[in-house]
């Protein structure tokens, strides 16, 4: 079953972080549209119009308008990129590139330990048992 939920869980995980960062990954996979009243970016791929959601329930979630096709962002991302393996790799080095602007600002003081995005999604340590569950309480947690 770990296996099994393994693949999904990262996935979601990955589309999470994406959203997350999406007001740099759009620009960064469909450069030179534009964002509209700060709740959508507009830009073309291949001469397609494509329209991708910055806020809300349905950020993320793009239409190309040329094609009649639409999806989230991590098919946004394969359509563009061809596979989502340099999603990871985008995401570990802007995390990388935060964690050294917050210890240029003295944020992350010494000793602190950070964890990078690929360290994060590649974790398959096991689920801590639930004090009150289901994930309402687990150990360690608050």
């Keep these: 079953m770990k296996s099994m939920y393994g693949g999904f869980m990262q996935r979601k995980e990955i589309k999470g972080l994406l959203i997350d960062n999406i007001k740099e990954c759009v620009p960064y996979l469909i450069p030179n549209g534009n964002f509209y ?15 991708v959601k910055i806020v809300g329930k349905e950020a993320g ?59 994060y999604l590649n974790d398959k340590s096991p689920m801590p048992k639930d004090v009150i569950g289901p994930r309402i309480l687990t150990s360690g947690g608050f």
């Design 37 to 51: 009243r700060e709740r959508t970016y507009v830009g073309n791929f291949d001469g397609n119009t494509i329209t």
């Design 61 to 119: 979630k793009w239409r190309n308008f040329t094609k009649g096709i639409s999806g989230d962002i991590i098919d946004l991302w394969t359509l563009v990129k061809g596979d989502i393996n340099s999603a990871k790799k985008w995401l570990n080095t802007k995390n990388t590139e935060k964690l050294q602007n917050k210890e240029a600002k003295g944020a992350i003081k010494k000793g602190e330990k950070a964890f990078s995005v690929g360290q």
